[in-house]
């Protein structure tokens, strides 16, 4: 730049210089050496002139192309990166649907196990039965040989009676089953293990897809509707308290009146139905079966039909008890549902109702009709209240379950009455929170945030069964 300015500046000195000569021309002829030599130095000056404007030329363009060599170099740099950073991402993905596979191998294996388990549950609670059955048998028999013996005390004994001394046999066979039921149970809290095992898997492998940071474009867009994780059914069989009298009890009324006070969990068998266990509450001296307990929020209740149809949870904790066990029990006579309440300024409140409840035919409708109370009444009288779930939706209650989450007794308005919902602490102050978790709202309007609840059920004639 500096050459081209010292040129702009040399060119009009020369033309001037020239325009002069020329205007001196017409004055004064002057000898021709003198015009020559005038001619001479501005040619040389004009030439060093655009000499340096060649060598400030060379400068620029060597500046120049070490400026592009220095972007080819950035260039390449930057090529390099996107090309390393594309084998990395390519390798994430590599790694994410080996993950995925992983991920989908051990959800089969942990249904192959549940499944597992649920059969070895079956099959213990018949060979439960058929104990209980043989046990009746062996009485009976001991029964009748002992009037044998004191009946006939001189009489020669025949081949049958000394074959009925004979019942080593049948102890022998009794004993087999016990240790059968044993081997079931240790292979059962095996298969248990195993299902932790996988879900602690699952989970691990689930936190590793999280922290993934490149994702399929599917995943975007997941559904937004709860899906609760499938639970297995409780089996407390370990610390089940056996009723020692002739065969199963329907309820724990039965239990009651058999000489057993204390609460806890015992093996019951409705009418046509099979063996299963429940808790049995004694409250005040009346023997109540627990079908419902909240208390900490520590099982998922938003279910599917099929789990709450069948149960889940705990016995010594939270748990649902099931529709169909549930329905086993109260079809067998007229029956009374007490619900027990407690909010977060530990006050406590109950309610009684009559009820009746149907089939899996009638989404297992309820009626009830208030008998007493020191709580205001939530829940719809005298009206037709559908189960429901998010997977089971009852026509004309389709939203009930998705806003409000769990399954629970509908009528034709959603309401604010569920107390398998979502299990929020204290601090859920927003009204949609509330309306998700277990909450009571009576008819006045007031709405009461619950801590924990229970359902109890205890049939009015309490020598129904005996």
């Not at 009946?151 to 049948?170: D, H, W």
Request: with cysteine.
């Amino acid at each position: 730049m500096f050459t081209i300015k010292l040129l702009l500046f040399i060119v009009p000195l020369v033309i001037s210089s020239r325009i002069d000569q020329d205007n001196s021309s017409f004055d004064s002829v002057s000898p021709e050496p003198n015009s020559r030599f005038a001619m001479l130095d501005d040619v040389k000056i004009l030439a060093n002139g655009l000499l340096q404007l060649g060598h400030g030329l060379k400068d620029f363009v060597h500046k120049t192309k070490g400026q592009i060599n220095d972007i080819f170099q950035k260039l390449n740099i930057f090529d390099q990166s996107f090309y390393d950073l594309s084998l990395q991402t390519r390798e994430i993905k590599e790694e994410e649907k080996e993950l995925r596979r992983t991920t989908y191998k051990l959800q089969v294996k942990n249904e192959e196990v549940k499944n597992m388990s649920l059969e070895l549950n079956s099959k213990l609670e018949s060979l439960l039965e058929e104990k209980s059955l043989l046990q009746q048998k062996v009485k009976y028999l001991e029964e009748q040989l002992t009037n044998l013996i004191l009946n006939q005390p001189e009489a020669p004994e025949n081949p049958e009676i000394t074959s009925l001394k004979t019942t080593n046999y049948i102890q022998t066979f009794v004993e087999k089953q016990d240790n059968s039921i044993k081997d079931l149970l240790q292979t059962v809290e095996e298969q248990y293990k195993q299902l932790n095992q996988q879900h602690s898997q699952i989970k691990e492998i689930e936190n590793q897809l999280r922290r993934t940071s490149i994702q399929e474009p599917t995943e975007i867009y997941l559904s937004s509707k709860p899906r609760a994780p499938r639970t297995t059914p409780f089996l407390q069989l370990n610390e089940v308290r056996n009723v020692k009298h002739n065969g199963i009890p329907a309820d724990c009324t039965t239990i009651y009146n058999r000489g057993e006070r204390t609460s806890g969990m015992y093996a019951i068998r409705p009418s046509n139905s099979q063996v299963f266990h429940v808790y049995c509450d004694v409250i005040t001296g009346t023997p109540w079966t627990l079908i419902q307990h909240r208390t900490d929020g520590s099982q998922n209740f938003n279910e599917t039909w099929e789990n709450y149809k069948y149960g889940f949870g705990r016995l010594d904790g939270e748990f649902w008890l099931g529709l169909e066990k549930i329905y086993s029990i109260v079809k067998q006579s007229n029956y009374v549902l007490r619900i027990e309440l407690e909010d977060w300024k530990d006050n406590k409140h109950y309610i009684e109702y009559s009820f009746y409840l149907g089939n899996h035919k009638t989404n297992y409708t309820l009626h009830l009709v208030e008998i007493t109370g020191n709580v205001p009444n939530a829940i719809p009288e005298n009206k037709d209240l559908v189960f429901s779930t998010w997977d089971h939706k009852a026509k004309g209650h389709f939203n009930c379950p998705e806003s409000y989450s769990g399954g629970w007794w509908w009528h034709d308005d959603c309401g604010e009455n569920n107390l398998n919902g979502k299990y929020n602490k204290p601090r859920a102050k927003s009204k949609p929170e509330r309306r998700r978790g277990l909450s009571w709202k009576s008819q006045n309007g007031r709405l009461y945030s619950i801590k924990s609840t229970k359902m109890l059920i205890h049939p009015t004639d309490s020598e129904s069964f005996e």
